[in-house]
C-alpha cells in the first residue's frame, strides 16, 4: 500500500467488541446513582434558602427534570430527602404533594413568591 | 422505520436511558473516530469515548438542535479528548476492563493479521500528523464528512479543511513509504 484510501482507513474501524464495551461502560455510569451529587446539591442550596426550602426545590428540579439527574423520579429524590432534610416540615411534605400532582404548577407558584 | 436522531434526543431529554443508548451504537464509530484523531491512541480513545458519553448524556439539554445530534457529539468528544491530552495523569475512573468483551463477529485469523498489521501502520503515521490534519484526514476520508462539517467541528474554513486533508493524506503517504522501506530493508 503506498497511499491510504478510504478502504485502507477503515482498518482504523473500531470492531464490534469495542463498541460494545465502551457503551456497556458508559450507560452503566449514567445509570448508576450517585448521591454524594445529590447530597452536595442540597447542602450547597441550604447555605442559601432555609434547608426545608432548599429541599423543596430539589424535589422540584428532580420532578421537572427527568434525565438531568442522577434520580430522575420522585421517589428516589424522596428517600435521600429523607436522609438529608427534615421531611416532616410542611413546607417539604406540601412540595411533593404538588410535584407529584403537577410540578410545573408549583414552580410557577415558586416565581409568584412561594405558596 | 428507524427513529431519527432528533426523536431519539427527544426521548432521551425525557429520561429513556435507552434511547440514548441507540444514539450511541448509531454514532460510536464517528465518535471514535474523532477520538481517535484527538489521542491517536485506541486505548485512550475508548476511555475519551466512555467518559464523551456520559457528559453527553449530562448536558444533553444544551444539544440545542437535535436533529444535528452527530456534530454536536462529535463536540463533546474532541472537547473531552483535548482536555484528557492535556491533564493525561488523570486516572481512569471506571476501568473498562470491568466490562468483559461482550460476543462479537470476528474476522478470520489470517484477515485478523492483515488488518491489525495495517492499523499498526495506519496508526503509527497518524501519529505524526498534527491533531487538526489528523482530524481532517479521519472525518473526511473515514467517516465521509463534508469539508464544511469538518470545518465546524474543527472551528477552521472549508478552505483550511481541504487543505488539512490534502497535506494529511500527503503526510500519511509519506509515513507509510518510509515504514514500508524501513521493514524492507531490516
Redesign the interface.
Known amino acids: 500500500m503506498t497511499e491510504p484510501d478510504r478502504t485502507d482507513l477503515r482498518a482504523l474501524r473500531p470492531d464490534p467488541g469495542t463498541r460494545d464495551r465502551v457503551i456497556a461502560g458508559a450507560m452503566a455510569r449514567v445509570r448508576e446513582p450517585s448521591p454524594g451529587f445529590v447530597q452536595a446539591a442540597l447542602e450547597g442550596s441550604a447555605r442559601f434558602l432555609r434547608p426545608a426550602l432548599a429541599a423543596a426545590v430539589l424535589v422540584l428540579l428532580f420532578a421537572l427534570l427527568p434525565g438531568r439527574s442522577p434520580h430522575p423520579d420522585l421517589e428516589a429524590a424522596g428517600v435521600l430527602l429523607s436522609a438529608s432534610a427534615d421531611v416532616s416540615d410542611p413546607l417539604v411534605q406540601w412540595s411533593i404533594g404538588e410535584a407529584e400532582a403537577d410540578p410545573r404548577a408549583v414552580l410557577v407558584m415558586y416565581g409568584r413568591g412561594g405558596p | 422505520m428507524d427513529p431519527s436522531d432528533a426523536e431519539l434526543v427527544r426521548r432521551?431529554?425525557?429520561?429513556?436511558?435507552a434511547a440514548?443508548?441507540t444514539l450511541?451504537?448509531r454514532h460510536?464509530?464517528m465518535a471514535?473516530?474523532v477520538a481517535?484523531g484527538v489521542a491517536a491512541d485506541?486505548d485512550d480513545a475508548?476511555d475519551i469515548?466512555?467518559d464523551a458519553?456520559?457528559r453527553a448524556?449530562?448536558r444533553?439539554?444544551q444539544c440545542r438542535h437535535p436533529e444535528r445530534f452527530r456534530g454536536w457529539l462529535a463536540r463533546v468528544v474532541r472537547s473531552v479528548g483535548l482536555n484528557r491530552v492535556e491533564s493525561r495523569t488523570r486516572r481512569r475512573?471506571?476501568p473498562?476492563e470491568?466490562?468483559?468483551?461482550?460476543?462479537?463477529?470476528?474476522p478470520r485469523p489470517d484477515e485478523a493479521v492483515r488488518?491489525r498489521e495495517?492499523?499498526e501502520r495506519?496508526?503509527r503515521?497518524?501519529g505524526h500528523l498534527p491533531e487538526v490534519q489528523r482530524q481532517a484526514?479521519?472525518l473526511y476520508?473515514?467517516e465521509?464528512w463534508a469539508h464544511a462539517e469538518v470545518a465546524e467541528l474543527l472551528g477552521i474554513s472549508v478552505l483550511m479543511s481541504r487543505r488539512h486533508v490534502s497535506d494529511g493524506?500527503r503526510a500519511?503517504?509519506r509515513r507509510?513509504?518510509s515504514d514500508?522501506e524501513g521493514k524492507e530493508s531490516s
Not at chain 2, 432521551?12 to 436511558?17: S, T
Not at chain 2, 470491568?98 to 470476528?106: E, G, K, Q, V
Open positions: 432521551a431529554r425525557a429520561g429513556d436511558d440514548f443508548e450511541l451504537h460510536f464509530d471514535f473516530g481517535l485506541r475508548e469515548c466512555q458519553f456520559v448524556w449530562e444533553l439539554h475512573q471506571t473498562l470491568a466490562h468483559p468483551p461482550l460476543p462479537s463477529d470476528r488488518r495495517l492499523r495506519l496508526e503515521a497518524l484526514v479521519l476520508d473515514l465521509g493524506r500519511l503517504r507509510l513509504e514500508r
